[in-house]
C-alpha cells in the first residue's frame, strides 16, 4: 500500500507537471502573455521540475519576455536556460540575435558560433553570422560563411546576395554581380538586389545596365510599399 500511494503521489505530480506546460504553452498560443509568464515560473520553481523542463521554460520565458520588451529579463531568462541545458542551441541563438541587434556583434559571433558547434546545418544562423563579420568589416571570413550557407542551401537568397555585397565591398566585381544574379534569379522582385546590381555596373562603366537597374529597383520598391499599406 505504501508503494502503491508512492507510485500514485509521482503520477500526480508528473500529471500537475504536465498540465503547467500545457497551461502555459494555451496562454502563449492566445496571446496571454503576462498569464504564460505566470505559469512558466510557476513550472520552474516547482521542486521537481526536470533540468530540460527548466531549460525550456527559461527559453519560452526569454521569448515571451522579448515580446514585451523587456530585453533585459529575456537576456537573463536564456542564459538561465543555457545554465539548465549547456546544449540549447536556441538559446545561444536568441542570445546572438539579441547582441547583434544592439550591434555587439563580436558577442554575437561568440553566440552564433557556441549555437553553431549543437546545430551546424541552421542556414539562417550561419547567414547572420556572416551579416556580423561583415559588419566588422571582416570581408575574408563573412564571404567564407556565406558561402557555407550556400553550399547548405544552395537557394538561400539571402546569403547570394549577402556574399555579393561583401564581394563589392573588396572590388570583386564580376563575383559581385553573379551572386547578385542569382538572387534576381530566385526572387525577380528582390529591389536591393537591383539596386546594388545596378551599383556595380556603375562602377564598371555599364551606365545603361545600371541605370535600368536603378529603375526597376524605384518600381519595385514603390510596388511594395503600396501592397504594404493596403
Known sequence: EIRLSLV???MCIRDRISDLIVKAYTHQKIGEISMAIQVWNELINHSLVTQELSSNAHLNLGNL????GNNDIAYESMTKAISSNPNSSEAFFCLAYMEQEKENFHE????????????????????NLGNCFDRLNKSHDSIKT???????????IAAYYNRGNAYSKIAKDK???KDLNKAIDLDNTFYQAYYNRGSVYGRLGKIELAEKDFKKAKELAKLEIEQSNK
Open 108 to 127: 554575437a559571433i561568440n553566440f552564433f558560433e557556441a549555437a553553431l558547434k549543437i546545430k551546424p546545418e541552421d542556414v539562417g544562423a550561419i547567414n
Open 175 to 177: 563575383l559581385a554581380l
Open 8 to 10: 500514485g503521489s509521482e
Open 146 to 156: 556565406y558561402s557555407k550557407a550556400i553550399s547548405l542551401d544552395s537557394e538561400y
Open 65 to 68: 519576455h522579448l515580446q514585451q
